[in-house]
């Protein structure tokens, strides 16, 4: 699941989209975005606020767990009220950042998703303005994973 916001969160749904994999999530009732209105594609659910609070908490309330992409290591704006929504409500998080090699930061995303029985995972993020290339990073990463995963199930390992 995610919430629309462009960078981390635009990029996963877009992953999916291109991939076939189910996704959703919810978005303000706006679906108004830094970079105007959300495109109609992206088939997530309203919430009955306009402000991005409501469906920030309902996108952790919802999933399993969260997996939260930044290039730094500080985590500001709604990414961090994304962690402390998941102590609220109890749920894993994970924060992944541009730190050492890509195989490294998918092989924590994949344990993280294997130890937490993970099967509804809420991604998000930094926005496109705070960090342009966030996006990237995200797609990066849930590209490996999803060809590490797939190769292992075909393996049988």
């Known amino acids: 699941v995610a919430g629309g916001l462009t960078g981390a969160e635009r990029a996963a749904l877009d992953f999916a989209i291109a991939r076939g994999i189910p996704y959703g999530g919810w978005c303000p009732n706006s679906r108004v975005g830094e ?44 990414p961090s009220r994304t962690a402390e929504f998941t102590h609220t409500y109890h749920k894993p998080c994970l924060h992944l950042f541009r730190k050492g090699s890509a195989k490294e930061q998918v092989n924590k995303l994949l344990t993280f998703i294997d130890q937490h ?38 393996v049988g390992t």
């Open 117 to 154: 029985q993970i099967r509804t995972l809420n991604v998000t993020g930094s926005s496109a303005s705070r960090e342009p290339h966030v996006g990237d990073f995200v797609k990066e990463v849930l590209q490996a994973a999803y060809t590490l995963r797939l190769r292992q199930v075909l």
């Open 35 to 78: 970079d105007g209105l959300m495109h109609k594609h992206y088939n997530l659910a309203a919430t009955p606020s306009s402000g991005y609070i409501q469906r920030t908490e309902w996108n952790v309330r919802d999933s399993d767990g969260t997996v939260i992409f930044s290039l730094g290591p500080e985590l500001t704006g709604a």
